[in-house]
Nanobody, 125 residues
């Protein structure tokens, strides 16, 4: 069972980036999935999440959107109009158990069972 985050890199302010979270060993389709980020010296914070039933989503700003691709067993994070303060390591995570097909979005790090290794996003000119 593994999550693999990818797609990070260097982007200029105002640019866009798409991150992908791929699951192996299980199907992401019914899991609550979230993206978190952690900047140097700061606590990890949630950026977006999607409920297991897809009934709801959460995002800290509308520059960030989350979507599922069940054919590829991935959940993607689209980030637009990036700012230098978005620079961080981005992690994806999946919540199972009681969160499977739940209409609500898991928002606490303790809700999540599986974590990807993180992908670095740097926003700089």
């Amino acid at each position: 069972v593994q999550l693999q985050a990818s797609g990070g890199g260097l982007v200029q302010p105002g640019g866009s980036l798409s991150l992908s979270c791929a699951a192996s060993g299980f199907s992401l389709g019914s899991y609550g999935v979230g993206w978190f980020r952690q900047a140097p010296g700061k606590e990890r914070e949630q950026v977006v999440c999607i409920a297991g039933s897809d009934a709801s989503t959460f995002f800290i700003e509308d520059r960030f959107t989350i979507s599922r691709d069940n054919t590829r067993n991935t959940v993607n994070l689209q980030m637009n109009n990036l700012k230098p303060e978005d620079t961080a390591i981005y992690y994806c995570a999946a919540a199972g158990g009681s969160w499977l097909k739940d209409p609500l979005c898991p928002t606490a790090t303790s809700d999540y069972d599986y974590w990807g290794q993180g992908t670095l996003v740097t926003v700089s000119s």
